[in-house]
């Protein structure tokens, strides 16, 4: 089995910031890259950030400048640094990757069970 578990959510002044962290867990071989999504209530899950192996990272438009994505290989483990934060940064935040868990499986898709992240005055 394997387990994505968020942590790090809660709730914010506009301007504030939150660190969202997610690990990985049980039978892991290697991990592929690493993201974060966000769904908003009424509105499609969305890519908020990605990190690749190799620590390329990519963004969404709306968060580029104020969140920052990182990973701890040796801990399976990714982060998002969120600065700035703006009422329309609320949402529920899911850590997702591809881990592949042993070295004869492909890579499959995983998904945490999300963070709520709110700002608000």
């Known amino acids: 089995q394997v387990q994505l578990v968020e942590s790090g959510g809660g709730l914010v002044q506009p301007g504030g910031s939150l660190r969202l962290s997610c690990a990985a867990s049980?039978?892991?071989?290697?991990?592929?890259?690493m993201a974060w999504h966000r769904q908003a209530p009424g509105k499609q899950r969305e890519l908020v950030a990605l990190?690749?192996?190799?620590?390329?990272?990519n963004y969404a438009d709306s968060v580029k400048g104020r969140f920052t994505i990182s990973r701890d290989g040796a801990e399976n483990t990714v982060y998002l640094q969120m600065n700035s934060l703006k009422p329309e940064d609320t949402a529920v935040y899911y850590c997702?990757?591809?881990?592949?868990?042993?070295?004869?499986?492909?890579?499959?898709?995983?998904w945490g069970q999300g963070t709520q992240v709110t700002v608000s005055s």
């Open positions: 049980g039978s892991i071989f290697r991990i592929n890259a």
């Open positions: 997702n990757a591809g881990i592949q868990r042993n070295i004869a499986a492909g890579y499959s898709n995983y």
């Open positions: 990190i690749t192996v190799g620590g390329v990272t």
